[in-house]
C-alpha cells in the first residue's frame, strides 16, 4: 500500500541553545519521506531549486521513496530559518525564503494515482487543495498544517478540512483555530466539519486520538534524556502514523480498526521522538525497525497499568 505525500522540502538553518546547523535538509515531506519509508512505498510530491545538494536525492533513492513527482527547477530551494528557545519546546521562525514554491503547482505522475493513501504534509492550503482534486481516489487522507496557514490562509484551510478524513495538530493550533479553550470543545467544533478522527500533538507530553465516533486514546510519549532538536517531529509523527497505517488492512467496512489505529499513534509518537535525538533527518536516516520494535515494547512497559484494583 503506497503513500502519496505532497509538502515542502527544504534546506533549514536551526539553532538550539545548545549547537546550530546550516542548510541541511528539512521540510516537512522530507521528514515524513524518511519516516514513512521505514514501513512502505512514499511517493514524493514536491519542488526543490537547481542548489538541491543531490546527496539527499541519493539517500531518498536508497529507500522505497519515489521522486517522479519532485520537480527541480532553476533557482532556489525552499529555505527556513528557526531558533528554539530554552526549553526546546517553543521556536522563533526567523526567515522564509519560498524559492521555487513561489510559482509551484503539484503535478501528480500517472504511477502514483494507485496511492491508497494520501498525507497532505505542511504547505499552503491552496496546494493542498489542488493535490485533493489531482488525487481524488485515496482510500485515506491526513491534513497537516501550521499557525501561518491558520492566521492566514483561513478560509482555504477550512476548505481542505473538509474534504480529509484525519487532521493532524498541535494542542495550541487546536486553540488557534477554533477559538476554543478546552481540547474537546475545540475537537468537538472541529468535527462539526466532517473529520472522521482528529489527533492532537502534545510535543514532549505525547497525543491524543479522537473519533467523530467516539474513540478517544491518550498515547504516552517515549522520555528523552535529551532532545538535540524537535524540527520535522511533527512531520515524523505523520510519518510513523501513516507508515504504520499503510501495513494493515481495514475492515469490511473500509474503516481502521480501533487497535490498528491506536498503534499507529504509538507509532507516530516513536518516530517523532527518534526525530528530535539529532538534528535533520540524521537520526531518523539510520533508525531501524528492530529499534521502533525495542522502544515500542519500552513504551507498552512505561504506560501499562492494571485495570483491577481494590482497597
Ligand atoms: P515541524 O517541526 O514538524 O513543524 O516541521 C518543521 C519543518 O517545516 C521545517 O523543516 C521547515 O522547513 C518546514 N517549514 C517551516 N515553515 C514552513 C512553511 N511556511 N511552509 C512549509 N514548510 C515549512
Redesign the pocket.
Known sequence: MSILVV??V???T?ETPFAKVEEVL???A??FSTAASLYNQVNLVAVVGSDFPEEYLDFWRSRPVNLAGLQIQEGQT???V?RYHMNMND?D?LD?Q?GV?AGFHPVIPAEYLDSELLFL????PELQLEVLKAAPHARLTVL?T?E??IMTAREQLTEVIQQVDILLMSEEEVHQYTHCASILAGVRALFALGLKYVIVKQGSYGALLFGADGTYFSAPTYPLEEVAD????????AGGFLGYLSTVEPQADGRYAAGDLKRAVVHGNLIGSFACEDFSIARLRTLTIDEIDARYRRLVEYSHFDPDWRI
Not at 524537535?230 to 509523527?237: E, I, L, R, S, V
Open positions: 509538502g515542502s527544504a534546506l533549514d536551526v528539512g521540510g516537512a522530507s521528514f525552499f529555505r527556513w528557526g521556536r521562525t522564509t519560498l514554491y504534509a505542511n504547505i499552503q497537516d501550521m501561518l496557514w524537535p524540527t520535522g517531529a511533527g512531520d515524523a509523527f
